[in-house]
């Protein structure tokens, strides 16, 4: 996908369903770059950077840790997408 057609998308969607009740999520935009999260619904976790699932804590309780292992840009969040599916499917 070209960056002009990403920004296009971009510009209209802030949630994306992967699978099942799986969705990535556009959580913030600074800059015009999104903060994106993967998020399941169902169960009310998202995926941080060691491919586990965790609360999402309240703004007031989320520290810069927290944020750094749980957002990422839309390519990455992507990319741990895929990666989590390949670990998963290997359990």
């Given at each position: ?12 969607a802030v949630k ?62 992507k990319a741990m ?11």
């Amino acid at each position: 996908m070209e960056d002009k057609e990403k920004l296009e998308w971009f510009e209209k969607a802030v949630k994306f369903q992967l699978e099942g009740m799986i969705f990535m999520t556009m959580k913030s935009r600074k800059d015009g770059a999104g903060s994106w999260v993967i998020e399941d619904m169902q169960v009310s976790k998202i995926l941080n950077s060691n491919l586990e699932w965790e609360d999402e804590l309240p703004k007031s309780k989320r520290d810069e840790s927290f944020m750094i292992r749980t957002r990422f840009d839309f390519e990455t969040a992507k990319a741990m997408f895929d990666q989590y599916k390949m670990f998963a499917e290997m359990e």
